[in-house]
């Protein structure tokens, strides 16, 4: 059998056992997909697990920076991107509003284009982070304070293709 295939085979098992609760052994399954070197794409799955897994034990503090270790390791990757994003909205669970709305903005200026761009506003980078902490409170049930944040669409430009014609007012 390939490693590339038992390791996404174990990634998945530990996926299955930490959906049990069973935190010591997706750590265990984890780490054995890990020692077969896997693939970037499924060694930083395998790490944004272990982040999972501090959080399940209840260790949000531990989550937060293995998300960020992941964050740093795998920015091209999905799941980097899928990290700096947990670790935000973990750092608005902890109450820790400065320190979330770092990791927005971080997040903006490395995903501009990024897979939770829909949820944040285009025009102000603030007004983006300050709707996405909206968001994060909505997510978790937190109260809300504050108008309803409004959330801009915006067509997607191929990359590459340039800024566009110029607006005009309607």
Not at 17 to 30: C, N, P, Y
Not at 35 to 52: I, M, N
Not at 145 to 150: C, F, I
């Amino acid at each position: 059998p390939e490693p590339r295939a038992d390791a996404a085979k174990l990634i998945e098992q530990a996926r299955a056992e930490l959906g049990h609760k069973q935190v010591e052994s997706a750590r265990e399954t984890i780490d054995a997909a890990l020692a077969l070197k896997p693939e970037p794409r499924l060694r930083g799955e395998a790490l944004s697990l272990r982040a999972e897994c501090a959080l399940v034990d209840g260790d949000q503090g531990a989550a937060v920076e293995a998300y960020l270790r992941v964050a740093r390791a795998f920015a091209e990757l999905p799941a980097g991107e899928n990290a700096l994003f947990a670790a935000a909205r973990l750092e608005a669970d902890r109450q820790r509003s400065a320190a979330a709305a770092q990791l927005l903005e971080r997040y903006l200026e490395r995903y501009p284009h990024g897979r939770f761009e829909r949820h944040l506003d285009p025009v102000t980078p603030r007004a983006g982070v300050a709707g996405a902490m909206d968001l994060v409170e909505d997510h978790q049930g937190a109260p809300r304070q504050g108008p309803p944040p409004v959330h801009h669409r915006r067509r997607r430009r191929p990359r590459g293709a340039g800024p566009g014609p110029p607006r005009t007012s309607r």
